[in-house]
């Protein structure tokens, strides 16, 4: 709902001034959908998806031409940095107070449980150097790489599905209860206690446990207060979440399928037995590139980085403490291998599909090269770090 405000759109508006053929258009969308998509995954696939179909119909309009498969894969670029971003799962619930002792309850003795960490934060995942560097890294070769591809494209002027996306459904007199839906101070009113609420939370549980404070709940809280004071009213806030509901519409009716697909993998041990296959006989130096590997193929079949979690991350823990291998390198391997298939696994892309006109077959070819520069990007953080 945020990616379909005004003020953003206005932002994206802007943007497109620097969007005068394919290489800058499919360099920018690239560039500021990574930057959104490191502090909020859904936010920056929405986004991405918008800015691409906007930079299609500014090209239209214009009359130049543009590779509009290759902007697409651009604007879908950022699901490959969103799990070592403030919004992964698995960074999320280890900087939970006692998660991983509960993780590993009754796969381990009590006395190892003892040896495990309260909680791993956000400074030694997420904020890592390391991880940082990583992210900037890909901030930098993934808009350039995009940029060299669309140098030598001659395609023609786009030619676009018509959207149903309307900025202003506020039609005719409003009457009665109307009038607050419609009502940009009740709107701002309510979404700005719910932001300073949250930012006084988030500041007094960050002087006593730093980046503890970022949990799903609180984001969450504070991207709904933000939607709404960005929207400036309640009507074109709810028709927005009804627009953006229609295009995860595929997700919704797929997770289902995907997560009985995990049930059938976890109960059977098949993902237990892969996973420790690779990791049988690794060492300190190679476990985290296996543990990065396991966690590419398994997201190829199960899409969700906390369900991935839940099934790989004892496995990953027992190995990490035995072999002596930092957990939060380990932690970061899994995120790392899950957000680089994305790129080959279609299953994220059904919202941008849905809001581009585009088909998966044509991002695909894109989306494949940006992978093999994740690939080497990541095996190289885990080597170095």
Known sequence: AIALSRPVQRVVRLALFTCRDTPSAAATVALLTLLVSFFNWGLGL???????????????????????????????????????????????????AGHLRTLMTGLVPDAQLTL???????????FATPNLITALALLVLVPL???????????????????TWHDDPEEGPARGAERLDRSPVAAWLFGGIILLYGAWTSLAHFGREGFAFITPDRINLLLLGLAVVLHGSFARFLRAVDEAVTGAAGILVQFPLYFGIMGLMRGSGLVQQFSEALVAHATPTTFPLFTFLSAAVVNVFVPSGGGQWAVQGPIIVQASESLGTGLPRSIMALAYGDQLTNMLQPFWALPLLGITGLKARAILPYALVLMALGAVVFCATLLLW
């Open 46 to 96: 929405v986004f991405g998806a918008l800015f691409a179909r906007q930079v299609a119909e500014h090209a239209a309009r214009r009359g130049f031409g543009l590779n509009y498969a290759l902007v697409g894969a651009a604007g879908y670029a950022g699901m490959m940095v969103w799990h070592g971003g403030i919004s992964g799962s698995a960074p999320i619930k280890v900087a939970e």
């Open 145 to 163: 790489s995009l940029y060299l591809m669309g140098r030598n494209d001659h395609s023609g002027v786009p030619t676009l599905p018509p959207t």
């Open 116 to 126: 495990l960490p309260e909680r791993i934060g956000f400074e030694d995942t997420v």
